[in-house]
């Protein structure tokens, strides 16, 4: 069980936040979705380091070094998803919370490109995008929780609270399954308030 405080401030997961119909429940809609109607890894604040850029050095365990043009040296990420620790980059992938699938599934097939643009560089929220172990990204793909969760069982009621924040900060809903699926796997996580901005 979790508790929820409402939408002005933030909200629970499972139970409260999917139960009581905060994240609204619609069939999902794939139809049209490409991922490049999602605008990703841009430069918005012109500083050289685009979004991928940016994620890995706000996600840092040991900071790297950055130098001209935004390339990283040295550095340590942590991958909660499969309880991992990289010292290469190349072996991390930023990921989507919620997938651009999912999201165009979900509500986001009705934004305009400037909103799909924002969703995919949120940086306004550091759960939207997390860095994570490539293969683990991989295996995720376009699922949601009632198909995929991270291997790592200690990290699981961490992934369900920030699945349905990044949902509720975007004002995107869940399907029969999905909501099922949060609601019976919240069950099993500790009592938690999240807190979130809406974006839209």
């Known amino acids: 069980m979790v508790n929820g405080i409402g939408r ?3 909200s629970g997961y499972g139970d ?3 139960g009581r119909s905060r994240v609204p429940v619609e069939d999902e809609d794939r139809a049209g979705y490409e991922r490049d109607l999602f605008p990703h890894w841009v430069d918005d604040d012109r500083d050289g380091c685009n979004t991928r850029k940016e994620v890995l050095i706000a996600e840092a365990t040991t900071p790297p070094q950055v130098g001209a043009r935004c390339s990283l040296v040295g550095g340590e990420w942590y991958s909660y998803y499969d309880d ?3 010292t290469e980059q190349t072996d991390l992938d930023i990921d989507h919370m919620v997938p651009l699938a999912e999201a165009w599934d979900s509500g986001a097939s009705a934004w305009a490109t400037a909103q799909r643009r924002a969703y995919a560089n949120d940086l306004g929220d550091e759960r939207s995008l997390v860095a994570v172990t490539d293969n683990e990204n991989q295996s995720k793909a376009d699922q949601d929780p009632a ?3 991270p291997p790592y069982k200690p990290a699981r009621c961490t992934y369900l609270g920030e699945w349905v924040t990044v ?3 975007w004002q995107l809903t869940v399907d029969t399954a999905e909501k099922e699926a949060l609601t019976t796997l919240a069950e099993g996580c500790p009592d938690v308030t999240i807190t979130y901005t809406p974006a839209m």
Do not use: C, D, I, Y
Request: charged share 15%; aromatic share 14%.
């Open 8 to 10: 002005s401030g933030g």
């Open 16 to 18: 409260s936040a999917v």
């Open 84 to 86: 991992a620790t990289w």
């Open 147 to 149: 198909t995929w969760m």
């Open 167 to 169: 949902k509720l900060r």
